[in-house]
């Protein structure tokens, strides 16, 4: 699928509600006087948004690449975070939240690492390289590839109608004129 707005994106929309949760978990009682942990997470956790947000606009596949690992980097600090939190006794009755934010920090990493896969496999350089002559090669591309495909429906369906006896004049008349 081609996205056009990075708000658009799966991924993006995902690291969104991780910074949400993170947001929500760090306004609990525990996190006073932990103010560096509770910002560093809050920070961690809205960076793997802004982070996708800001490649998507760049223009190139390249910077997008390096702006996905950046956002990568920051869902493992907030797991590494978390973690960490799992280990401190004043957070034990946020067990069940470190463990749902932990799944959805790596979802997020997993989804990054398949779509960072995809581009690093794709011969294509991002819209900041599109001219004239690429628009019009990859519409070509394009259209060959959607006569391409009604050519092969077409010819699926004569083949059926052959299996089914429609072009042979089987049942009735034998395509013979008797004068």
């Known amino acids: 699928m081609k996205y056009s707005r990075f708000e658009d994106l799966p991924v993006w929309q995902a690291g969104m509600n991780l910074a949400e949760r993170v947001f929500t978990c760090t306004a609990d009682k525990a996190f006073a006087f932990q103010g560096d942990l509770a910002n560093q997470l809050q920070r961690a956790g809205l960076s793997i948004g802004n982070n996708i947000a800001e490649g998507f606009e ?29 280990r401190l ?28 896969d995809a581009l690093q496999n794709s011969p294509i350089q991002g819209q900041r390289h599109l001219t004239d002559a ?8 394009r259209r060959r590839q959607e006569f391409d495909v009604e050519l092969e429906r077409i010819v699926q369906e004569g083949r059926r109608k052959i299996a089914g006896g429609e072009a042979t004049g089987e049942g009735g008349d034998s395509g013979r004129r008797v004068s």
């Open 58 to 86: 760049r223009g190139t596949t390249s910077e997008l690449l390096a702006f996905l690992y950046y956002a990568r980097g920051s869902a493992g600090e907030v797991r590494s975070m978390l973690l960490l939190m799992e």
């Open 89 to 116: 006794a004043r957070f034990a009755h946020l067990r069940s939240e470190i463990s749902d934010l932990k799944s959805l920090a790596e979802s997020v990493s997993r989804q990054l690492r398949a779509w960072a």
């Open 134 to 141: 690429t628009r019009r090669r990859d519409e070509e591309a």
